[in-house]
């Protein structure tokens, strides 16, 4: 019995996974990276800023064959950052969220909370900026008040039990394979979400190998699935 709806923020509510995005795969390109677009989305969407600046301090080591110190590294990833915040203005919400938000808050006795592994000041921004935020607030929780980012299950456990809901009773929306896999590993139905810009061709059987019961590619359908919940 579904008791609560818990949405991933970027790539399912609001666009931001393709924000800059091709400035970022020039910039890594001017520093020696070879990854493209696809393998940046698959490999750490979803991953928090720490796990993420690890992986790519370690990328970078490799390609400068020694041991990065910790003034370039800061600034590889600060870089990173800069490339995506300039195009912060052309941030908006996935096609059809509010549609689904709402499709939700019409059913009785169904809690529903953001769990994102954004930080929390960029959570606020990006969903007042969208326009959901108060279908939310106070229910928007940043993984940067747990212990392990994403794939660990940290976030959902978190906000379970901050709404008051039992794991078990709790069902994700999620658009990242590691967003999955932490609501699996916190006991967590999941749906796989491929409606954001940024999932490429095969994104939907990546969501389904790390364990979402279902992926929905629109919030057309996506609402149409959750206004049936509470029936199921």
Do not use: N
């Amino acid at each position: 019995m579904v008791k609560a709806i818990i949405f991933d923020c970027d790539g399912v509510l609001v666009d931001s996974e393709i924000v800059g995005l091709d400035d970022v795969v020039v910039y890594l390109a001017e520093h020696g990276f070879e990854w493209d677009a696809k393998h940046l989305i698959s490999t750490f969407t979803g991953m928090r800023d720490d796990v993420f600046s690890a992986a790519l301090r370690a990328e970078y080591e490799r390609i400068l064959g020694r041991p990065a110190s910790d003034a370039e590294a800061h600034a590889l990833f600060e870089g990173l950052v800069d490339k995506r915040r300039a195009k912060r203005d052309t941030l908006q919400p996935v096609p059809g969220a509010e549609k689904s938000v709402r499709a939700v808050k019409a059913l009785d006795g169904i809690r529903t909370a953001v769990a994102s592994s954004s930080r929390m000041v960029y959570l606020d921004r990006k969903l007042k900026h969208c326009g959901l935020w108060d279908y939310f607030a106070p229910d928007v929780y940043s993984a940067e008040a747990v212990a392990h980012g994403k794939p660990a299950p940290d976030i959902f456990l978190y906000t379970a039990e901050r709404i008051g809901i039992d794991p078990a009773d709790c069902l994700v929306i999620e658009d990242a394979h590691h967003g999955v896999a932490a609501a699996k590993a916190a006991g967590m139905a999941v749906w796989g979400f491929t409606g954001g810009g940024h999932c490429f061709e095969g994104h939907g059987e990546t969501l389904s190998e790390a364990g979402a019961a279902r992926v929905v590619e629109h919030h057309d359908v996506l609402a149409a699935m959750l206004g049936q919940i509470d029936r199921q």
